[in-house]
């Protein structure tokens, strides 16, 4: 059923309870993984979600690609420059994706943030948003 499960990161609390997420089900699916993030080198444009440069999305994936070895899990990871919503999408997309997992980030009042709101909108397999309450005591 699931074969590759990808799943957005930038490392904030509310990132891990998806990343959580998508390693609990790669588990129970024997699925691989792939963990994505995007980064802008410059100008942000305020959204919280992305990783503020390539140095620190590269530390990003490195902790979330330690996290999967630990749990013995397939995985891969990618990332590229530009909006986290539309990078997510695209790299989903190009590595094959069954399911992409991210978290309700910038949920207020039943509206998704940017990210999730991109990606449950335009990827092209079914899209997992995990309820994430904002706080970073899990």
Not at 47 to 75: F, I, M, N, P
Not at 116 to 131: D, G, I, L, M, R
Request: charged content about 20%.
């Amino acid at each position: 059923m699931l074969s590759k499960i990808a799943v957005a990161t930038d490392g904030s609390d509310t990132a891990q309870q998806a990343v959580n997420a998508a390693f609990d089900m790669a588990h129970r699916f024997g699925a691989a993984v792939v963990i994505l993030t995007a980064y802008r080198t410059e100008g942000g444009g305020g959204d919280t979600w992305e990783s503020s440069s390539a140095t620190h999305a590269e530390r990003v994936l490195a902790d979330a690609e330690e996290a999967a070895a630990e749990q013995g899990l397939a995985y891969s990871s990618a990332m590229l420059e530009g909006d986290p919503g539309e990078v997510v999408v695209e790299l989903a997309e190009r590595h094959g994706a069954d399911l992409v997992v991210v978290g309700s980030l910038g949920m207020h009042r039943r509206i998704l943030g940017s990210v999730p709101n991109t990606v449950t909108h335009k990827a092209s397999c079914s899209v997992y948003v995990v309820k994430t309450d904002g706080s970073s005591n899990g």
